[in-house]
């Protein structure tokens, strides 16, 4: 089975107003990592000190740093149409689908799947079911959190662990419908959104 676990680290809560700033993508294949797509974002504006606190991202780490719009594509064409997984991943959907619908750029094109409700169902009993409270009751090796690539990888191993519970392999993966059920919620999708036309401004004529 091929997915691709995703994270972000952002200035803050509000998609649209808060900006990315670290972008982590990790594809898994027969669950094992087979390419990473990892970047600091430059936000062009200063990082909060609340949010530096939480992910440690300082405004001199992403000093010249891509800028968004110059990531949303690579970022979609690495994803292409592989199946999505992220933790709370309306988090991360809605900050994504921000920025693809004002630039106006092409989106990844899989199912999302959030790790967070699935959890809830497969593992029920937990005080919480944060990333960092999956990883220990699960005894998946981390070093750390609140960093991109390092959190997707995190989720990816914990979808791997639930398909092992589910299934008695995490090889043996059931059909997409089944996991998608297992969110509760209706299939989540990146809206398709096609660059439109720009309009000639004559004032560039002259």
Same mark, same amino acid.
């Given at each position: 089975?091929?997915?691709?676990?995703?994270?972000?680290?952002?200035?803050?809560?509000?998609?649209?107003?808060?900006?990315?700033?670290?972008?982590? /993508?990790?594809?898994?294949?027969? &669950?094992?990592?087979?390419?990473?797509? %990892? !970047? =600091? #974002?430059?936000? @062009?504006?200063?990082?909060?000190?609340?949010?530096?606190?939480?992910?440690?991202?300082?405004?001199?780490?992403?000093?010249?740093?891509?800028?968004?719009?110059?990531?949303?594509?690579?970022?979609?064409?690495?994803?292409?149409?592989?199946?999505?997984?992220?933790?709370?991943?309306?988090?991360?959907?809605?900050?994504?689908?921000?920025?693809?619908?004002?630039?106006?750029?092409?989106?990844?094109?899989?199912?999302?799947?959030?790790?967070?409700?699935? /959890?809830?169902?497969?593992?029920? &009993?937990?005080?919480?079911?944060?990333? %960092? !409270? =999956? #990883?220990?009751? @699960?005894?998946?090796?981390?070093?750390?959190?609140?960093?991109?690539?390092?959190?997707?990888?995190?989720?990816?191993?914990?979808?791997?662990?639930?398909?092992?519970?589910?299934?008695?392999?995490?090889?043996?993966?059931?059909?997409?419908?089944?996991?998608?059920?297992?969110?509760?919620?209706?299939?989540?999708?990146?809206?398709?959104?096609?660059?439109?036309?720009?309009?000639?401004?004559?004032?560039?004529?002259?």
């Amino acid at each position: 089975m091929r997915f691709i676990a995703f994270d972000l680290e952002t200035t803050g809560t509000l998609p649209g107003v808060d900006k990315i700033v670290e972008i982590g /993508a990790v594809r898994f294949v027969n &669950g094992e990592v087979e390419a990473v797509f %990892s !970047t =600091l #974002v430059d936000p @062009l504006r200063s990082i909060p000190a609340g949010a530096s606190a939480v992910n440690g991202i300082t405004d001199d780490m992403v000093l010249g740093k891509p800028k968004i719009e110059e990531l949303l594509s690579p970022f979609a064409e690495f994803c292409a149409e592989d199946t999505l997984i992220a933790h709370n991943a309306a988090f991360d959907y809605g900050f994504l689908t921000a920025d693809y619908t004002r630039f106006e750029m092409r989106t990844p094109r899989g199912v999302i799947l959030d790790s967070y409700p699935m /959890a809830k169902k497969i593992f029920p &009993g937990l005080a919480n079911y944060k990333l %960092s !409270t =999956l #990883v220990q009751h @699960l005894q998946v090796e981390a070093k750390g959190f609140h960093r991109a690539e390092a959190d997707a990888t995190y989720c990816a191993k914990v979808l791997l662990k639930m398909i092992e519970r589910i299934t008695g392999s995490h090889m043996n993966w059931p059909p997409l419908p089944n996991l998608v059920a297992l969110t509760g919620k209706a299939e989540m999708r990146f809206p398709v959104i096609e660059p439109q036309p720009k309009q000639l401004n004559l004032l560039d004529l002259l």
